[in-house]
């Protein structure tokens, strides 16, 4: 079956500092691939998306590239703030039988120090 | 603008007492519905979704429950709530048009402590 699997946490930063957080998949389809994140006590949202294979999602300064040959949408960010401090979800829709099914990963915690 | 709300925000229930916690959205016509459980510190469980009024897929067996009343409602019960079912509670929405339905929409979420 579809899985995500990205790095655990928590990943600790100083202020301006580079981000990665890694992201792997396993998908028998082509799934598009997301990036949300959850700051404290909120919901999720979606921070980017990339629907085949060598597209970019970006957002807010965040990047992440759909690779397929590796299976992974790594999420990168040149210069952190204490702002980008919260939870990210990598994630997968792929259709199925049902529809579309969303396979989140377990999240990473970021925190950026100033 | 589409919009959802939950509510309630915060609930603080005892063992054996039943719940219920409900999602609505705005703005968009025939929304797949989804309800998922974020146990603190872990990642999303998918417990139900829905693609039209009274249907309902469980992805979880549990004392958990869920109803879909009208296009733009969502409603997660139970009839004894038990230790291991606080959590936060997340509903989301995705487009039910072909081709606009993979990007999930989330609502604020419903703390819940049973004690």
């Known amino acids: 079956g579809n899985s995500v699997t990205q790095m655990e946490g928590p990943v600790t930063l100083s202020e301006e500092a580079f981000l990665t957080i890694n992201c792997t998949y396993t998908?028998?389809?082509?799934?598009?691939l997301f990036w949300y994140v959850q700051y404290p006590g909120e919901g999720l949202q979606l921070l980017l998306k990339a629907t085949k294979a060598d597209d970019k999602g970006s957002n807010k300064g965040f990047e992440a590239t759909y690779r397929k040959e590796t299976t992974s949408f790594h999420l990168e960010k040149g210069s952190v703030q204490v702002s980008d401090s919260a939870v990210y979800f990598c994630a997968l829709s792929d259709l199925g039988s049902g529809g579309f099914k969303t396979i989140f990963g377990a999240g990473t915690r970021l925190f950026v120090k100033a | 603008s589409q919009t959802i709300h939950q509510w309630p925000a915060t609930l603080v229930q005892p063992v054996g007492s039943p719940l219920s916690l409900e999602c609505t959205v705005e703005?968009?016509?025939?929304?797949?519905l989804y309800w998922y459980r974020q146990a603190a510190g872990r990642g999303l469980q998918l417990l139900f979704y829905?693609?039209?009024?009274?249907?309902i897929s469980s992805e979880v067996p549990q004392n958990l429950s869920a109803s879909r009343p009208q296009d733009r409602q969502f409603i997660l019960s139970s009839k004894k709530l038990l230790l291991s079912d606080s959590g936060f509670y997340l509903c989301?929405?995705?487009?039910?048009?072909?081709?606009?339905?993979?990007?999930?929409?989330f609502g604020p979420g419903t703390r819940l402590l049973v004690l």
């Open positions: 989301a929405w995705t487009d039910g048009v072909a081709g606009n339905q993979e990007t999930q929409y």
């Open positions: 703005g968009t016509s025939n929304p797949n």
């Open positions: 829905s693609v039209g009024i009274g249907q």
């Open positions: 998908a028998t389809g082509y799934p598009s």
